[in-house]
Nanobody, 115 residues
């Protein structure tokens, strides 16, 4: 059974930092395409950052230079380091794993940035 569990969200002031974690069981993050998405109130879910099985990373324009996605294969965990947070980063952040034809999602973790 595949499970993704996010943690690390919370309330932070604008300009601050948070690190989100996504602990994965049932599949290997090193063999999967992992991503972080987010959904703000009243808005559609949007892709934020991703790391491919070969380690290639990519970011949505609005977070480039501020967010960093990484993974620890030994811990089977994916991280999202978020720096210089802005009010517009407020959202529920979801971890996603794509393994072959299957997609898996976590339950999400709330990030709230106060202005």
């Amino acid at each position: 059974q595949v499970e993704l569990v996010e943690s690390g969200g919370g309330l932070v002031q604008a300009g601050g930092s948070l690190r989100l974690s996504c602990r994965v069981t049932g599949i290997a993050v090193s063999l999967s395409h992992m991503a972080w998405d987010r959904q703000a109130p009243g808005k559609q879910r949007e892709w934020v950052a991703r790391i491919s099985s070969d380690g290639t990373t990519d970011y949505w324009d609005s977070v480039k230079g501020r967010f960093t996605i990484s993974r620890d294969n030994a811990k089977n965990t994916v991280y999202l380091q978020m720096n210089s947070l802005k009010y517009d980063d407020t959202a529920v952040y979801y971890c996603n794993a794509a393994a072959g034809p299957d997609d898996f999602w976590g339950q999400g973790t709330q990030v709230t940035v106060s202005s």
